[in-house]
C-alpha cells in the first residue's frame, strides 16, 4: 500500500483545498475509503497480467448512487418538446438557442435547423445549423410552420451567453419568436415562472404566469405543462417551477 499512499498524496491537491466546506470533506473520504477497498477487492481478483497499473487509476468519486441523478428540467422539459413535435410531424422544425442534445436527436426523426448566437463546436449530419439572434431571427414575418424554444428566453439580456445587456431582453426575445410563427404554425416554449417576476443576474429572469400570457397574446395555448420540484404536472402550483407551453398562433 506504500505504493498506494504515494499516488494518494500526488492527488490530494484540490481535495483538501481550504474553500471547500467540511461537509464535501466528509463526502470525499467516505468515497476515497469505498474506492481503495474497491481497488484492493479487484487486485485480488484479478490475475497477474489483469492487475490495474497505479498511472492508470481514475477514480470516479460519487456515482456509486442509490439511484441514477438526473436534472428534472432537462429531462422531463426535452421528452415533453420532442414527442409534441414528433407527434405533429411538421415538414421543417426550426429552434433557436435550446440544449444541443434535445436537437441532436429530435433531428434524426424531423429535419431540424438550429439557430444560436454561437456555433455548435461539433457538425452532426442531420443537423442544420444558422448563426442568429433570437432578437433578429433570420427569418421573414409569419414564416415558420414548427418553432421551439426550450429554457432560452429568460437568459436574453442578461450578458451569461455573451448576449448584449438589455432589461426587456425575454419581452423583445418573445415578441420575435411570436412575429416568425406562420398562421396556424406552432411555437414550444419553457420557462421559469413564480407567483412575481424576478431577475437573478446574470443567470436568468422567473416570469409570473400571467404576465408571460399577456406577452404571447393573441397566441393560443393549445397545451401547458409544469415541473416542479422534480415532478412533471398539468397542474400549477405555488411558488418557483417550469412552465411548458404547447402554443398556436391563430391570427
Same mark, same amino acid.
Given at each position: 500500500?506504500?505504493?498506494? !499512499? #504515494?499516488?494518494?498524496?500526488? &492527488?490530494?491537491?484540490?481535495?483538501?483545498?481550504?474553500?471547500?466546506?467540511?461537509?464535501?470533506?466528509?463526502?470525499?473520504?467516505? !468515497?476515497?475509503?469505498?474506492?481503495?477497498?474497491?481497488?484492493?477487492?479487484?487486485?485480488?481478483?484479478?490475475?497477474?497480467? /489483469?492487475?490495474? %497499473?497505479?498511472?492508470?487509476?481514475?477514480?470516479?468519486?460519487? *456515482?456509486?448512487? !442509490?439511484?441514477? @441523478?438526473?436534472?428534472?428540467?432537462?429531462?422531463?422539459?426535452?421528452?415533453?418538446?420532442?414527442?409534441?413535435?414528433?407527434?405533429?410531424?411538421?415538414?421543417? &422544425?426550426?429552434?433557436?438557442?435550446?440544449?444541443?442534445?434535445?436537437?441532436? #436527436?429530435?433531428?434524426?426523426?424531423?429535419?431540424?435547423?438550429?439557430?444560436?448566437? %454561437? @456555433?455548435?463546436? #461539433?457538425?452532426?449530419?442531420?443537423?442544420? =445549423?444558422? /448563426?442568429?439572434?433570437?432578437? $433578429?431571427? @433570420?427569418?421573414?414575418?409569419?414564416?415558420?410552420?414548427?418553432?421551439?424554444? +426550450?429554457?432560452?428566453? $429568460?437568459?436574453?439580456? #442578461?450578458?451569461?451567453?455573451?448576449?448584449? +445587456?438589455?432589461?426587456?431582453?425575454? $419581452?423583445? !426575445?418573445?415578441? /420575435?419568436?411570436?412575429?416568425?410563427?406562420?398562421?396556424?404554425?406552432?411555437?414550444?416554449?419553457?420557462?421559469?415562472?413564480?407567483?412575481?417576476?424576478?431577475?437573478? =443576474?446574470?443567470? &436568468?429572469?422567473?416570469?409570473? /404566469?400571467?404576465?408571460?400570457? *399577456?406577452?404571447?397574446?393573441?397566441?393560443?395555448?393549445?397545451?401547458?405543462?409544469?415541473?416542479?420540484?422534480?415532478?412533471?404536472?398539468?397542474?400549477?402550483?405555488?411558488?418557483?417551477?417550469?412552465?411548458?407551453? =404547447?402554443?398556436?398562433?391563430?391570427?
Amino acid at each position: 500500500m506504500i505504493k498506494e !499512499a #504515494l499516488w494518494m498524496l500526488r &492527488h490530494l491537491k484540490y481535495y483538501l483545498s481550504p474553500r471547500r466546506s467540511i461537509s464535501s470533506w466528509c463526502k470525499d473520504l467516505a !468515497a476515497w475509503q469505498r474506492f481503495w477497498k474497491s481497488y484492493q477487492r479487484y487486485k485480488q481478483l484479478a490475475s497477474p497480467s /489483469e492487475q490495474p %497499473r497505479l498511472d492508470h487509476l481514475y477514480p470516479c468519486l460519487g *456515482d456509486d448512487t !442509490a439511484q441514477t @441523478p438526473i436534472d428534472p428540467i432537462y429531462f422531463y422539459q426535452d421528452a415533453w418538446a420532442f414527442e409534441k413535435i414528433v407527434n405533429q410531424n411538421p415538414r421543417q &422544425h426550426i429552434d433557436v438557442g435550446s440544449h444541443h442534445k434535445f436537437v441532436a #436527436l429530435l433531428s434524426k426523426v424531423v429535419p431540424v435547423t438550429m439557430v444560436d448566437i %454561437r @456555433p455548435l463546436s #461539433l457538425p452532426l449530419d442531420t443537423l442544420s =445549423f444558422q /448563426e442568429g439572434s433570437i432578437l $433578429e431571427l @433570420p427569418f421573414e414575418d409569419r414564416s415558420i410552420e414548427s418553432l421551439s424554444s +426550450l429554457c432560452v428566453v $429568460e437568459h436574453i439580456g #442578461l450578458g451569461r451567453y455573451g448576449d448584449l +445587456l438589455d432589461p426587456k431582453g425575454t $419581452e423583445k !426575445a418573445i415578441r /420575435e419568436l411570436k412575429r416568425v410563427v406562420k398562421v396556424n404554425g406552432n411555437l414550444y416554449l419553457s420557462l421559469p415562472i413564480n407567483d412575481k417576476n424576478y431577475t437573478f =443576474f446574470n443567470a &436568468h429572469r422567473i416570469l409570473s /404566469e400571467d404576465y408571460f400570457f *399577456d406577452l404571447i397574446q393573441p397566441f393560443k395555448i393549445i397545451e401547458k405543462n409544469y415541473i416542479f420540484g422534480g415532478k412533471f404536472t398539468n397542474h400549477k402550483l405555488n411558488g418557483f417551477g417550469i412552465g411548458l407551453y =404547447f402554443l398556436q398562433n391563430k391570427i
